[in-house]
């Protein structure tokens, strides 16, 4: 089955350490996205990718990483110098960045920070 | 800049009732609207998206959603509600520009026996 994967489902961290966020996806899309959601704030854009080896900063990037060295991969890094990384984050996929189609998402991984 | 707005944080009615949930966007060009719905813990699930032509579309689950550009709106409806459409529904625009969307708030549907 054709799906986008994020792993793990819960993540727990102490406040100080970076953690790794996993987005795998097998539609063969070309563009990949990294959504925060907060309640009541919606979804933010965290990053985005286009094309392998290419990424761009959305609204709130600071204190997040990306890399973007495969297709099907695009891992999201929570560095310590995120303020407030206890979030709901969201992967999301689309055939291509610069067309209409819709973005389609993963289940999400739940991260809390201590 | 593009923005979105959901004027309704909560909304409950009762089950086999119609529904209603407003959308209001600002973007400088012909705009993509979507309308996603998401479950607790879960992710988005698109309900519909209108691009061009027909401005009334059909969307999954029996929801329909009407475009009116004088209004600058996209309102989500349905004419009989059923529990499990219970749920967190969002608004999203977008449009050629790296295929960023712009999402609103979130309105929280709570569906009445």
């Known amino acids: 089955d054709g799906g986008i994967t994020q792993s793990p489902k819960y993540l727990f961290r102490k406040e100080g350490q970076n953690v790794t966020l996993s987005c795998e996806q097998n539609?063969?899309?070309?563009?990949m996205y990294w959504y925060r959601q907060d309640p009541g704030q919606g979804l933010r854009l965290i990053y985005y990718s286009q094309i392998v080896n290419d990424f761009q900063k959305g609204d709130i990037a600071e204190g997040y990483s990306v890399s973007r060295e495969k297709k099907e991969s695009f891992p999201l890094t929570v560095t310590s110098a995120q303020k407030n990384p206890t979030a709901f984050y969201l992967c999301?996929?689309?055939?291509?960045?610069?067309?209409?189609?819709?973005?389609?998402f993963g289940n999400g991984t739940r991260l809390t920070v201590t | 800049a593009q923005s979105v707005t959901q004027p309704d944080i909560h909304i409950t009615v009762s089950e086999g009732a119609s529904l209603e949930l407003r959308c209001n966007y600002s973007?400088?060009?012909?705009?993509?609207l979507f309308w996603y719905v998401q479950s607790p813990g879960q992710g988005l699930q698109l309900l519909l998206k209108?691009?061009?032509?027909?401005?009334l579309v059909q969307g999954i689950k029996g929801f329909e959603a009407e475009f009116k550009r004088s209004q600058s709106s996209f309102n989500l409806r349905k004419p009989s509600v059923h529990w499990s459409d219970a749920a967190e529904y969002f608004c999203?625009?977008?449009?050629?520009?790296?295929?960023?969307?712009?999402f609103g708030q979130g309105t929280i549907l709570t569906v009445h026996p």
């Open positions: 999203a625009v977008g449009g050629t520009s790296y295929g960023k969307l712009t």
């Open positions: 999301g996929t689309k055939t291509q960045g610069a067309d209409n189609s819709p973005l389609h």
């Open positions: 539609l063969n899309h070309d563009a």
């Open positions: 209108y691009f061009s032509g027909d401005t």
């Open positions: 973007y400088g060009a012909t705009p993509y």
